[in-house]
């Protein structure tokens, strides 16, 4: 529990902590959306497998007892015309093979209570009709004349009396299944708007424990930064003043040497040539970066374009169903008009003589009739055909919208790291000349002043003083950043050792002390304030 305590008042377990935070709203957030989905399956499967299959039993089951009668009176028409009738009476037998399947098939069915209760009542009826059409095909098949009155007597008289109960049981059936749909329908926007007002409510919490998180954090290591950061403050101008002494001294130095100089002036020319090198890499960090932002134009543009493709497809999708409803409403009309057309035929026999050039008309209405809904029904065909077609495309332009978006991404991310690249190089060339500019003041002011490294000698026991009591705050510091436990022993100055060890300095040994001990001071700085780490610890980014 202890190394939990201190672990967490470090930046390390805060930052950690923070970060956690957000996960566990998203996976409540994901849980409630994966449960709500759940339920709203749950209830697409019942009316797929149980509404839908029964409702579309019934609806073919109502067109092959239409089918039927349609072909029975045809027969009686065209007997009476005195033409073949062999063709009307066998698809007037495979309606009746397909009514007697689909009613085996709608038994076997799952049926609700309600419907259940309704089927019930009118179970013996569709034994009652089948046995009254296999009486009138019987009829039909004889060909003879009284067996054909008998059979339109039927199809007038017995048939038409038992087809009410059952076309009042289709009705009340599918009134059964519109209902059971409509309540399905409710449950799953039910489900619906609470899976969104549990996501609304998760998120809204979730965000003020996180900001308010956050806010406790940013505060306890403001001040704990803050603190430590007066007394570095406090440190460096001690420091300060003893580098004041030394720089004092340190003008009085000769640094005249030929070899220094001739160093100097190598050192310049390689930071000038660096400098063009850098300056080279930045140019052409600024074209990477034009190029990438044309090209992230060019891929928002083409999302938008996959964007308008999917809306388009869609569009057509919806004009290819409206496009179905209305031959559904075609082929219903020729249906229809066939039947004026039989019973104008029917009427035109009666009357004889008189009626042949009525009865004429009637057979040319007939036809054109039945071509309607064979054209009626081959153009149902092709607009489902280019439905599923329309759809299919929609799916993959869908898809190709996915991946598109995936490219924008990627594309938005490679300009933004160009444009950290060429700012990166900028900034770099902007360093690098002033390095050159201060190696060339270095250059043109070195001197050296050999009687002042005694001097030079007692500053550096003050200043070893001062860097023991960074080194203490720094050690504090990173507790901060890493928290108690997890701080190491920092080895003692360099200069502190050169002192101990060095009772008598020469003008020589001053100017060689000096140098390694600004070379220790930077590395024990890097080491334990990480500046090139990723938490960059001491910016905004960081916290």
């Known amino acids: 529990m202890g190394n939990i305590t201190s672990w967490f008042r470090g930046i390390k377990g805060k930052l950690l902590f923070a970060a956690a935070l957000p996960i ?11 449960n709500g989905v759940g339920r709203v399956n749950e209830l697409l499967k019942s009316s797929h497998n149980e509404i839908i ?37 066998t698809m007037a037998e495979q309606a009746l093979h397909s009514y ?9 069915t799952s049926f609700t209570e309600e419907e259940k209760v ?20 019987k009829n039909l098949k004889s060909k003879d004349a009284a067996s054909l009155e008998k059979a339109e007597e039927l199809l007038r008289g017995a048939y038409t009396v038992a087809g009410v109960p059952v076309s009042e049981f289709t009705a009340a059936a599918l009134k059964i299944y519109e209902g059971k749909a409509t309540a399905e329908g409710v449950l799953a926007h039910q489900a619906e708007q609470s899976v969104k007002m549990w996501n609304i409510l998760t998120t809204i919490i979730g965000n003020i424990l996180i900001s308010g998180t956050l806010l406790w954090i940013a505060s306890r290591m403001s001040k704990e930064i803050s603190g430590i950061s007066e007394k570095l403050t406090e440190a460096s101008n001690h420091v300060a003043g003893a580098v004041t002494q030394m720089t004092s001294a340190g003008t009085s130095l000769s640094q005249s040497s030929t070899e220094a100089a001739a160093s100097l002036e190598e050192t310049v020319a390689s930071l000038e040539e660096l400098s063009s090198m850098v300056q080279m890499n930045s140019d052409n960090a600024k074209q990477a970066a034009s190029l990438s932002a044309s090209s992230r134009e060019v891929a928002e543009k083409g999302q938008g374009e996959i964007s308008k493709l ?6 057509i999708s919806g004009s290819s169903r409206k496009i179905e409803e209305i031959i559904h409403v075609i082929d219903d009309i020729a249906f229809q008009t066939n039947l004026l057309a039989l019973n104008a035929a029917v009427e035109a026999a009666r009357a004889g003589e008189q009626g042949k050039g009525f009865a004429v008309v009637a057979e040319a209405v007939r036809a054109l009739a039945q071509r309607s809904a064979s ?24 898809s190709s919208g996915v991946v598109l978006d995936n490219i924008v991404t990627s594309v938005k991310k490679v300009a933004d790291l160009n444009n950290e690249i060429a700012t990166a190089s900028t900034e770099q060339t902007a360093g690098i000349q002033q390095i050159s500019k201060a190696m060339n003041q270095l250059d043109q002011s070195a001197q050296s002043n050999a009687a002042s490294a005694e001097e030079i000698a007692a500053s550096s026991a003050e200043i070893d003083s001062m860097a023991a009591t960074s080194q203490k705050l720094t050690s504090q510091l990173n507790e901060v950043i890493h928290g108690k436990g997890g701080v190491t022993a920092v080895a003692p100055t360099v200069a502190a050792v050169a002192v101990s060890k060095t009772p008598a300095v020469t003008a020589s040994q001053a100017v060689k002390v000096v140098a390694p001990k600004k070379a220790a001071k930077a590395s024990a700085a890097s080491e334990v304030i990480p500046f090139d780490d990723d938490r960059q610890v001491g910016t905004i980014e960081g916290f």
Not at 118 to 137: C, G, R, S, T, V
Not at 310 to 315: G, K, N, V
């Open 118 to 137: 309704l089927f019930e009542k009118a179970q013996d009826k569709f034994p009652a009709i089948l046995a009254i059409m296999e009486d009138i095909l």
């Open 53 to 89: 299959p029964n409702i579309l039993i019934l609806t073919d089951m109502r067109i092959s007892r239409n089918a039927f009668g349609f072909r029975a009176y045809s027969a009686l028409s065209l007997f009476k015309a005195g033409k073949d009738i062999d063709g009307e009476v």
């Open 100 to 108: 007697r399947k689909d009613y085996e098939k709608y038994t076997k």
């Open 24 to 34: 566990v709203a998203f996976c409540m957030v994901g849980v409630i959306s994966v």
């Open 310 to 315: 999917i809306s388009s497809m869609e569009q």
């Open 375 to 398: 054209a009626a029904k081959d153009i149902t065909q092709l607009i489902k055909q280019s439905v599923q077609q329309v759809e299919e495309g929609s799916q993959i332009a869908s």
